[in-house]
């Protein structure tokens, strides 16, 4: 074009240096304006035919261009109706908001769909969670030591469809695939919210196609989620020039369900939870609420001191009812009472909604105190980061406003309980407080067994356990994962004892690459040492649990506190004798314990 446009002005600039030439006398000058004026208005295509218009007068040329770009229009109008047209009447869609589960259930279907991974528009997300179905790369030193040095790019990326259209063949049929992102401004023009959806479209007069579609991207994504737990935190995103807001939720992982028998609590406690949550959740709850005109929340709050299960519970109670855990604090720098209400209103109908410590930032004081100073909804300011922007009623509106949705759990921890605001712990907003304490004898017993159960044997009994006791809220096993019984194997010892050990585990087998001398790497595969059998008897653990918490005083330490020397003993175990002996264990236990306990940090040195 610039070529063109550059002869027709060297041509008018010609013809106005020379009075005495006109139209007539110079052809080239009506094709070129013809050629500059077909480019100006985007009609390029017709520029084989100027030549024709030579020795035309220039109204022809006019009205030709005219008519060109009449013509133009008409068709684009015609294919906008025509297309308009078609969609009405011979396309069906069903639109997906991001705000729904089921977004993220179809666009991790369409990750794995053929015509996605062929396609020539895809995004690339790393994906290095050793436990999120990958197996961690790492390379094994001429030391001995692993090195995960740049594991993300060892690591296969995840794939999923670009925003844009996509084309996708499913059972014979033509699927379109729209991704779309729309921005709006947020109610202070500090935020603007993003919003992503999936728009699924068909040829044909019913959506059925599409539903079945769905359907079948929710089975597969059940399937492969069954024993797992997504854990959803705030989508912070870092949009319109540095400014953040939260949009929405987003997975950052699927991890392993936390059984419930790894959290040690009074067992009353355990059960009155559970037959609770299960009374709420079940949907004829809902509908009694519902018929009373009572807003369907149930709020638990999870007090007690650093360390002792409240968080663990949390996850295990998700993991029990098969919910997704939605996790935010109120101390998070970018957190006000604006998006914490956009947070609250994107949950969905049934998740636990985890508020963790909540007396950790200025919520604490009574209402109306300092309120003022919390409302402001600037953010990225250099405000000190312990004091929350979000106010005591910001919260309370946002848990139970009128725009609050129902259904969801929500559960809040604390370490302070009696400095918290008594609206907060309100009846109807608090429905159960759950005291934690410090591990007493019984609970430490309950640690080491758990601790020291094989792994494998762990998911055997809990199974077991789970088939009998879930009254009825467990799918039925219709599960993918590698707790599979053909992976196990029951042996009977020489003393009559049983052992149970794992002949298999392709998600805890990480795949290594073995450094050699010349640098030059090999694969070998190892097993993670939480697949090691341990060398006891299962008869053997339930005495040397007895021993164990003998040793420990009631209620005064916590069972993070326990866990962790636990977990040194086991560290030193490993190093010291391959495999672990009774003896040893009977040693350190029978001997150290209390005084590793006081003094857990210097268990390695005196080892
Ligand atoms: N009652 C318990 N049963 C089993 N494990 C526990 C228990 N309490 C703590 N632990 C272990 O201790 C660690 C910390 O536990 P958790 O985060 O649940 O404690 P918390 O009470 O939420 O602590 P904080 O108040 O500091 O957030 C976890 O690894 C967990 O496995």
Redesign the pocket.
Known sequence: MDHTIYEALLVASNTSSSPNSTTATNPRLGANTIELLLSFFGLRYFTPLVPYFDNRTEWSILAFICLGWASCKALSEAYNKLQGVVKDYFVSTVSIDDKENIHRVVLSWLESHPDIIKSRNICAETEAIAWNGGASVARVQSDGYLNFSKQEFKAPPKYYPAMGSHRIWWQGRLFWVNCRETARQGRSMKVTVVRRSLAISCLGWTTKPIKDLILRASEVYDRSSYSKTSVMKPNLLEIDRGRRCASNWMEVVSRPIRRMN????DEEQKIRILDDMNEYLNPKTALWYANRGIPHRRGYM?S??????????A?ALAGKFGLDIYVASLSDDHMNDFILALLVESLPKKCVFLL??IDAVGITKQRGESEQQNLTPELGNNNTKSESKVSLSGLLNALDGVSSPEGHVLMM?T?HINSLDKALVRPGRIDQIIC?KN?SKK?AR??FSWMYEDDYQASYHDKDSSDNSDNGTTPPSTSTSTDSDSDLETSSREDGSLLISRISSSSSEATVFKEEESSISTTTEITSSASQTLDVAVDDLPRLAEQFADKIPNNKF???EI??FLLMVSKIRSRLLSPPSLSLIRSVFGSKSEIFLCVPHTICQDY
């Open positions: 790894t959290v040690v609590l999870l007690g001191p650093p360390g002792t299960g409240k968080t663990s519970l996850y963790e410590d921890t370490n934690f591990a609970q309950e640690l916590s069972p993070a866990q962790g």
